[in-house]
């Protein structure tokens, strides 16, 4: 599988833009040389700032096992570029990829003058409309929302997880800057969802639903979930939506955030059968749930040794990384591998670590965005830090020092559990 566009790039001997560049015009001028696929088949467009994967994949889990084809588009890889598009969780192939990368260059893909990402969307809305013929495509916006390449579409329904300080350079600098760009995907008379529970941007949220007379709902007016038991691995809860309770669900990713998520998904899944687009089955819907993972989100890679990853990218993130070790892992002696992105806001969320790590480890990897070790080490007031710039020397003695008492907590960017995840794993097998 390729690693990388550039990798396909080399191989095909394409050209397109690798800088974030926003906006619709460039997106819809080239899918409509390709017979504008986005609009032949029913989508759920997934935006906010955090929880939009985890979602993705709740929701992904009950339609495949409700008997649906679904095909999902997430960024970024969790380790091949392939892996961003798949069908019923089978990526797509390094053949079915240069194929449509010809195609598209028949079509006048180099004078489109695409980013990668645009590339990408354009190719899920392609594979999942003329290749696979999907029953559903769940695509989850890349950046902000209104101006977003996903925004191109009309879907059958819209999720917002939440809004946080999150690419404040392109997005805005207040939450209600913020909300007004991730509310941007909300459609005229489509429904909306939302996990949104902030005042500033729920107001924002629903001005726009009200503008686009869009029916929306959200977690704790219209749905909500109390968290009953907390599993050896994974969640216990109910499901309440006005009169309807859906007791005892679990779900086996780990969290109170997860479940927050899961909540999202099934209130998706009740909107989606209201619109007659879907047969509710409700064991179907408890087996889609509790078989939904998400590579890299709190997701654990080796029991002995303990060794958790999980893409904390945010403030809100790293909040919900932190309440949910300190629930589960209290009694363990805590070392952290971090490394993030220069336009994060590293000192909170170095601080929120702080709070739990035993010891530290900063480093980096490489991507044009990430922050030097040594940056990030120097922002920290950790008594026991220590910096390393190669990442797999970071990781290895990591792992090194690990026992019965102590876990390893891999955390930061997505772009980073993206590039070591994969080596880890490997790494873990090996030991």
Known sequence: MFTSFKELQKHLNFTMKSEISLGLERMTHFLAKVGNPQDQIKIVHIGGTNGKGSTLR????VLNEMGNRVGTFHSPAYQYINDQVSVDGEYISDKEMVEMIELFKEKGLEEAGLTEFELQTAMAFYYFACVKKVDFALIEVGLGGREDSTNVMKPVLSIITNVGYDHIGFLGTTIKEIAYQKAGIIKKGIPVISGEQKVQAKEVIKAEAETT?????????????????????????????GEKSIEDLRISMQGEHQVANAALAIQAVLTLTELGLVEYEEKRLRAGLMKAIHPGRFEVISNSPLIIMDGAHNEEAMDALVRSVERRYSTRRIIVVFSGLKDKPLDSMVKK?????????????????A???????LRSHHEKKRFEEDWKIAMNAAVSR????????????????????????RRIENI
């Open 353 to 369: 670590l702080e709070k739990l790590a035993s010891e530290i480890i900063f480093t980096s990897f490489h991507f044009p965005r």
């Open 58 to 61: 709740f929701l992904e889990s």
């Open 402 to 425: 690990l026992d019965d008492d102590s876990m390893l907590l891999v955390t930061g960017s997505l772009y980073f559990i993206s590039e070591t995840r994969s080596y880890l794993t």
């Open 371 to 377: 922050a030097l070790a040594e940056d990030i080490f």
């Open 213 to 241: 007379n869009s029916p929306i709902s959200f977690i704790g007016e219209d749905f909500s979930y109390t968290i009953f038991q907390t599993e050896q691995v994974g969640e216990a809860f109910t499901f309440h939506a």
